[in-house]
C-alpha cells in the first residue's frame, strides 16, 4: 500500500508518499528523509530524545505516526538555525554547557524551544526544571541546560518587548 | 571520515590549557549535524532487529521462521540453524577485555535478552514485525535469580585482574583491640548503563575489509577482536565512531548482536543497520551487577580504626566472569592497621555485568561510606572529624607515598562551602519552613589512576597551523576540547590553530576511553608528538645560518604563539611559518608512543580524591525523600579545562544521585525478568530530580601520576555522593538503609 501525506518541514513543504502506515515521524525523519538530527533514545515516548515541533507544540515524534501528520508543520534541531545564524537557545546550550554526549540535545533544545513558546516558566528554574522533565540526560548536564533556558527565555523576553515597544 | 571541529572563534574564549573553553564539538551537537553511528545510511542498506529470549534458562525448541521469512520485505532470518560460522569462538573470551558472547551458537538460552534470531528485512518497520512473528517455544528451567538460589564460587579475579582478596596486618587482631565492632550488610542493585544513544552499528563489508560505523570507547582494541571473529586482518576493520551518545562503559567490549549484524552484512552482501531497542540494552551489553557487601569496622576508645573488613558477594552470569571490585574500595582510603577485602562470586541467569562508570568503587564506596558513617555515630564522632581522625597519609597496607594527595584540603573547603560546621550529631534534629525533616551526610570520593598506551601524530603546517591526530573517543567528557588544548599548549599554538582528528581507527591508536584515564593517557601521547614536532622543527632552525636561532641548540628554544624563542634571549625568535619556508618543507611531523614508567608506577599510590556534603529533605508523612544540595570538593590532578571537569563532577554527583534514591533493576524472582527494562520504570534522574549542585576544583600538583599531572574526574563524582546522600537520609530520619536505592517504603517501614 502506500499513502501520501503533504506536510512543512523546516519550512520547505514536502509531498510524502509513505510506503508503510507503521512509520512513526521519528522513522520517517531518521530513515526516509535524511534528517538525522532528531534522536532514537526509546522509541516508547520516555526520554524526549527525539522532540520534534509539531505545528508549534513540542511532541515525541516516536509515538506520532507519519500518517497521522498531513498538513501540519514540522520542525525538527536541523531547521532551528536561521542559516549560520544559532538559534538563542542553541548558543545558550554551548555557552552554559548544557549537554556532554549530545545524543540528547537536539531534543531537548526543541523542547526547550517549545518551553519558551508556552511561556509558562518565565524566570522560574524550579518550573523549568518541572517542564523539562520528559526529556531526559544521562549525561547529567541538567545544571547547565536549565542556565541555558533561564539565558535564552531572558533573551526572548527581552526581544519581544522591544519588538512591541 | 575525519571529525571537523572547527567553530567559530567567537564563541569560545581563553587560548590555553587551563582555560574553560566551550566544547569544540559544540556548533555540530546543537544544530544536529554530529554524526552519531545509527544517523548513518549508506545505500542499499537493510535493517536487523534481534528477536530475544523471554526465559531466563532453557532452551529455544521452536521458532516460526516461516512466518517471519513471509512477511513482506524480510530478506533474511538468522537462527542457530543457519548462523554462517565465527572464526573466534564465541564461548572463549577475547584477551584482554572481550566477554564470552551470545551470537546465535546453540539454541542455549543462559538470561532474559539474549538474541535468539536475527531478523534482515528491507526497512525496520518489516524487520521489527517479522522478529515479533517468531513466536518461540521453549524448553525451561529453573532460573537462579537471587542469593537464595544463585551459586556461590571463588574467584581468580575481579574487575579486570585485579585482585580477589588482600590482606594488610592481622584482622582478627586488630578485631580484638576495638573498643567498638560496627558491622552491617550493604546491597548494591543490578544497575544498567542507559546510555541514551542504545548500542547500533552500521556495517558495510568491500571484498574481505569491513567499514563499522558504531559508538566504540576502545578502537585499536575492537579492531583486533572483529578481525579475529571474522577472520581478517585488524587493519581491515575500520570504525567510525566521531561522536558517541554516552558509554560509561558499555560501549569498551564487544557485544553479540553488533557482531550479528556484521556477520548478516557479510552475508547478504549489503550493508546493515542495528539498532538495539532500549529493552534490548538490558542483557547482552553489560551492566552493573548486585552486591552484598558485609562490612566490619573496629575503633578504638579515640575513634581509630583498628581493623577494616570488606567482604563483597557479587553477581555474575552463569556463562562468564565480570566481578565488581566492591571491597577494594576500601584499600586506599582510610588508615587502619588491619585491613581484609575478599570477594565471592555468585552465578545467576542473568547477562554478564561489565564495567560501568567507576567500577567497584561505586558500589564499594556506597557500602564503605555509610559503614563510616554508622562507626562515627558509634563513636560519638562527628563524621568529618571521624574521616580526618583516620585520614591515610602513605597508602595504608604497604606505606606507599601518593603521587598527590590532596584529600584534606577537599575536606575542609567542602564543608566550608557546605556549612557543614555546627551540623547537630543526633538525626531528626532540623527541620526547613515547611516542616520537612533535614538531613546532612557526607562521603569521601575516591578513584584509582589508570594509564593507557596511547599513540599520537602533530604535523606542523607551512602556514603555521598544524594537524593532531589520535584514535581517541568522545562520549561527552570532553574530549575532543581537552585533548586539542593539551596539544596546543606542547606546540605553542592557540587552540584555533589546531585541527583535531580523532574518533576513527586508522588514527594513531588513542588507547581506551575508560577509566577517567583517557584525558591523561591520549593526552600524554598528544603532548609528546607535539613536542616531538617542535623539536624536529627547532633542529632545522638552529642548524640554519640564516635564522635568528642558528647556533642555539645547546642552549634550547621555546615554543610560543607560533614562534620558536631562544631560551636564554626572548628577543631572539623566529615564526614556524618562517622556519619552513626557508627550508622548503611543507611540515613537519612528530609522532609519539606514550605510556606511564612503570618504576613510578610502582612506587607510587594513585588517586584521585575527593568530599561530598549533601542535604537531604524528607517528607515526615509521606516519607518523599529528596536531595537538595550537593558540595564535592575534588583534587584531581592538572585540571585542563575546568568547564568541561566541573561538568564531569556534575555528571557524577547525579549518577551518585541516581545510585542513592533512584535507580535499580527490579527482576521477577520466579522468571528472571528484568520488570522494568525501559527508562518509564528504570527510573534516573530528570532534571526536576537533581539538587543544587555545586563542584569545587582544589589545586593539585602531581609530579608523578604522569609528565603532565593529569589525573582522571569522569568517575570520581559518584563515589562519595551516594554515601554522603544515605548518610544524610539517616541524619534527617533517624532510619538507616543499607539497601540501594533508598525508598519511600524504607522510611516508612522502619517509622510504622
Not at chain 1, 117 to 146: F, V, W
Not at chain 2, 274 to 295: A, D
Request: aromatic share 6%; charged share 20%.
Amino acid at each position: 500500500m502506500s499513502l501520501s501525506i503533504s506536510l512543512t518541514i523546516n519550512g520547505q513543504a514536502r509531498t510524502v508518499v509513505l510506503d508503510d502506515p507503521r512509520v512513526t515521524l521519528l522513522d520517517l525523519l531518521r530513515e526516509r528523509l535524511d534528517l538525522p538530527g532528531t534522536k532514537k533514545g526509546c522509541d516508547r515516548g520516555q526520554c524526549g530524545a527525539c522532540t520534534v515541533l509539531v505545528d508549534g507544540r513540542r511532541i515525541n515524534s516516536c509515538l506520532s505516526l507519519a500518517a497521522s501528520l498531513d498538513g501540519t508543520e514540522v520542525t525538527t534541531i536541523e531547521g532551528l538555525a536561521e542559516g549560520e545564524a544559532l538559534h538563542p537557545v542553541q548558543a545558550a546550550f554551548i555557552a552554559h554547557d548544557g549537554f556532554q554526549c549530545g545524543y540528547c540535545t537536539p531534543g531537548q533544545i526543541m523542547s526547550a524551544v517549545g518551553l519558551i513558546k508556552e511561556g509558562h516558566a518565565n524566570g522560574d528554574p524550579e518550573r523549568i526544571r518541572e517542564l523539562m522533565s520528559g526529556n531526559i540526560c544521562r549525561c547529567g548536564a541538567y545544571q547547565g541546560i536549565t542556565e541555558a533556558i533561564l539565558e535564552a527565555q531572558k533573551a526572548s523576553t527581552e526581544a519581544n518587548r522591544r519588538d512591541a515597544a | 571520515m575525519s571529525l571537523d571541529t572547527a567553530s567559530p572563534t567567537a564563541r569560545r574564549h581563553g587560548s590555553n590549557a587551563g582555560q574553560p573553553l566551550t566544547r569544540r564539538d559544540g556548533l555540530l551537537k546543537v544544530t544536529g549535524r554530529a554524526t552519531y553511528a545509527a544517523d548513518n545510511h549508506p545505500d542499499g542498506m537493510l535493517y536487523a532487529v534481534t528477536a530475544i529470549s523471554r526465559i531466563a534458562r532453557g532452551r529455544v525448541t521452536a521458532l516460526d521462521v516461516g512466518a517471519a521469512r513471509a512477511h513482506a520485505g524480510v530478506v533474511e532470518v538468522l537462527t542457530p540453524a543457519n548462523r554462517p560460522p565465527l572464526a573466534h569462538d564465541p564461548d572463549e573470551k577475547m584477551p584482554p577485555f572481550g566477554f564470552r558472547v551470545e551470537v546465535l551458537q546453540d539454541d542455549t538460552v543462559r538470561y532474559v535478552g539474549q538474541p535468539i534470531a536475527l531478523v534482515v528485512a528491507e526497512t525496520l518497520e518489516a524487520a521489527t514485525e517479522a522478529a515479533a512473528l517468531l513466536d518461540p517455544q521453549y524448553e525451561i528451567a529453573d532460573a537462579r535469580t537471587d542469593r537464595s538460589n544463585g551459586d556461590r564460587f571463588g574467584l581468580a579475579a575481579v574487575g579486570i585482574g585485579a585482585p580477589p582478596r588482600t590482606v594488610h596486618g592481622d584482622l582478627a587482631a586488630g578485631l580484638a583491640a576495638a573498643t567498638h565492632v560496627t558491622e552491617a550488610e550493604y546491597e548494591t542493585p543490578a544497575q544498567y548503563h542507559n546510555a541514551m544513544e542504545p548500542h547500533a552499528v552500521v556495517a558495510e563489508w568491500h571484498g574481505d575489509r569491513v567499514t563499522l560505523d558504531m559508538p566504540n570507547q576502545a578502537m585499536a582494541l575492537s579492531c583486533a577482536a572483529y578481525g579475529a571473529y571474522f577472520d581478517i586482518p585488524a587493519e581491515n576493520v575500520l570504525i567510525r565512531s566521531p561522536f558517541l551518545g554516552g558509554g560509561f562503559g558499555s560501549k569498551a567490549i564487544l557485544n553479540g548482536p553488533q557482531i550479528l549484524a556484521i556477520l548478516a552484512a557479510r552475508m547478504l552482501k549489503r550493508p546493515v543497520k542495528l539498532v538495539l531497542t532500549r529493552t534490548q540494552m538490558y542483557g547482552p551489553v553489560g551492566h552493573r551487577g548486585h552486591t552484598w557487601q558485609k562490612l566490619r569496622i573496629g575503633t578504638d576508645a579515640q575513634g581509630r580504626l583498628t581493623a577494616l573488613h570488606h567482604h563483597a558477594l557479587c553477581a555474575t552470569s552463569s556463562f562468564d566472569e565480570f566481578i565488581e571490585p566492591a571491597a577494594n574500595a576500601s584499600l586506599p582510603l582510610y588508615d587502619s592497621p588491619a585491613i581484609l577485602v575478599e570477594h565471592e562470586g555468585l552465578r545467576l541467569d542473568i547477562g554478564t555485568p561489565g564495567p560501568m562508570r567507576a567500577p567497584g568503587e561505586a558500589s564499594g564506596s556506597a557500602a564503605l561510606e555509610v559503614a563510616m558513617d554508622e562507626a562515627a555515630v558509634a563513636c560519638g564522632m562527628d563524621p568529618l572529624e571521624f574521616r580526618l581522625a583516620n585520614y591515610a597519609e602513605t597508602e595504608p597496607g604497604t606505606g606507599r607515598p601518593f603521587s598527590s594527595k590532596a584529600l584534606r584540603e577537599c575536606y575542609l573547603e567542602g564543608a566550608k562551602r557546605f556549612g557543614w560546621a555546627g551540623r547537630p550529631l543526633e538525626p531528626r534534629q532540623m527541620r526547613d519552613e515547611n516542616g520537612f525533616l533535614v538531613g546532612w551526610g557526607m562521603g569521601t570520593a575516591v578513584f584509582h589512576c589508570p594509564h593507557f598506551p596511547a599513540e599520537a601524530r602533530a604535523t606542523l603546517r607551512a602556514d603555521g597551523t598544524a594537524l593532531v591526530e589520535t584514535a581517541g573517543a568522545d562520549m561527552g567528557q570532553g574530549a575532543w576540547t581537552a585533548l586539542a588544548q593539551i596539544a596546543a599548549e606542547a606546540l605553542g599554538l592557540d587552540p584555533d590553530q589546531v585541527e583535531f582528528h580523532s574518533g576513527i581507527s586508522t588514527l594513531p591508536d588513542g588507547g581506551i576511553a575508560g577509566g577517567s584515564g583517557h584525558t591523561a593517557s591520549a593526552g600524554l601521547a598528544l603532548n609528546n608528538a607535539g613536542e616531538d614536532a617542535i623539536a624536529k622543527l627547532a633542529a632545522i632552525a638552529t642548524a640554519d645560518p640564516a635564522s635568528p636561532l642558528f647556533g642555539a641548540g645547546n642552549i634550547g628554544v621555546v615554543a610560543r604563539s607560533g614562534r620558536l624563542h631562544r631560551i636564554d634571549d626572548e628577543g631572539r625568535s623566529e615564526s614556524y611559518v618562517d622556519i619552513l619556508a626557508r627550508a622548503g618543507q611543507a611540515e613537519v611531523i612528530g609522532t609519539a608512543k606514550a605510556a606511564r614508567d612503570p618504576a613510578i608506577a610502582e612506587a607510587h599510590a594513585m588517586f584521585s580524591h575527593g568530599a561530598v556534603f549533601a542535604e537531604v529533605k524528607v517528607d515526615p508523612d509521606l516519607g518523599q525523600i529528596r536531595a537538595t544540595r550537593l558540595v564535592g570538593a575534588f583534587a584531581a590532578g592538572r585540571v585542563i579545562n575546568p568547564r568541561l571537569v566541573r561538568s564531569q563532577y556534575f555528571g557524577g554527583m547525579i549518577w551518585g544521585t541516581s545510585f542513592a534514591l533512584h535507580e535499580e533493576a527490579v527482576t521477577d524472582r520466579r522468571t528472571g525478568r528484568i520488570m522494568n527494562a525501559d527508562l518509564a520504570e528504570y527510573h534516573v534522574p530528570v532534571n526536576a530530580d537533581v539538587p543544587s549542585l555545586d563542584a569545587i576544583l582544589i589545586e593539585e600538583d602531581d609530579p608523578y601520576v604522569n609528565p603532565l599531572g593529569i589525573k582522571g574526574v569522569g568517575e570520581i563524582g559518584i563515589t562519595g555522593t551516594v554515601g554522603a546522600i544515605a548518610n544524610a537520609v539517616w541524619h534527617a530520619t533517624g532510619v538507616r538503609v543499607r539497601r540501594f536505592p533508598v525508598r519511600i517504603e524504607d522510611l516508612l517501614i522502619a517509622r510504622a
